[in-house]
T-cell receptor, first 115, second 115 residues
Framework: DTEVTQTPKHLVMGMTNKKSLKCEQHMGHRAMYWYKQKAKKPPELMFVYSYEKLSINESVPSRFSPECPNSSLLNLHLHALQPEDSALYLCASSQEIAGGIYEQYFGPGTRLTVT | AQSVTQLGSHVSVSEGALVLLRCNYS??????LFWYVQYPNQGLQLLLK??????LVKGINGFEAEFKKSETSFHLTKPSAHMSDAAEYFC?????????????FGTGTRLQVTL
């Protein structure tokens, strides 16, 4: 199994809703990532989890709350989002392929629309 | 901090023609470089990577890239374009971040393939 899965594929939510995005991998990778990608832009890193601990938060607003319940699962909890948060949210996991070099594998993404 | 620059936000080639997508890097240490492809409404797929083992790197779908230190470049090429190559291509540089990595992406190049 060499894939990262994400659910749901599409999500429409109002600004007062609470929703969650889910990401799963069964490759034994110990690092997982959340990225945000706006249309016609490159992905931007949001969070990094390593060995189930949050290791990087790229100054993301608190209305985005990540969670790593176990080494295979990564969630992104959403609350009180703004329309400008509408984007493709990508999850990735990585393995070390040589000393200090990591290869990241991406999921298909969740297309989020905030109304 | 390391960075990559992709020259040309949009490249158009005829089917069967050479594909050349440009990427230049800025790094004070030997860089680890990646090319990813993104088809519409999908996640990112790894095409190839440079990890200092060989300067000419072959990837999937007939793509290859050559690392040139003197030119600080890692351009992506394919001898003969196919309609299915139409997609967005991202060059990225990887930095070690504890027991994970941080990918910094270029702005992307959209490849159009015409008949």
């Amino acid at each position: 199994d060499t894939e990262v899965t994400q659910t749901p594929k599409h999500l429409v939510m109002g600004m007062t809703n609470k929703k969650s995005l889910k990401c799963e991998q069964h490759m034994g990778h110990r690092a997982m990532y959340w990225y945000k990608q706006k249309a016609k832009k490159p992905p931007e890193l949001m969070f990094v989890y390593s060995y189930e601990k949050l290791s990087i938060n790229e100054s993301v607003p608190s209305r985005f709350s990540p969670e790593c319940p176990n080494s295979s699962l990564l969630n992104l909890h959403l609350h009180a989002l703004q329309p400008e948060d509408s984007a493709l949210y990508l999850c990735a996991s990585s393995q070390e392929i040589a000393g200090g070099i990591y290869e990241q594998y991406f999921g298909p993404g969740t297309r989020l629309t905030v109304t | 901090a390391q960075s990559v620059t992709q020259l040309g936000s949009h490249v158009s080639v005829s089917e069967g023609a050479l594909v050349l997508l440009r990427c230049n890097y800025s790094s004070s240490v030997p860089p680890y470089l990646f090319w990813y492809v993104q088809y519409p409404n999908q996640g990112l797929q790894l095409l190839l990577k440079y990890t200092s083992a060989a300067t000419l790197v072959k990837g999937i779908n007939g793509f290859e890239a050559e690392f040139k230190k003197s030119e600080t470049s890692f351009h992506l090429t394919k001898p003969s374009a196919h309609m299915s190559d139409a997609a967005e291509y991202f060059c990225a540089v990887s930095e070690l971040a504890g027991t994970a990595s941080k990918l910094t992406f270029g702005t992307g190049t959209r490849l159009q393939v015409t008949l």
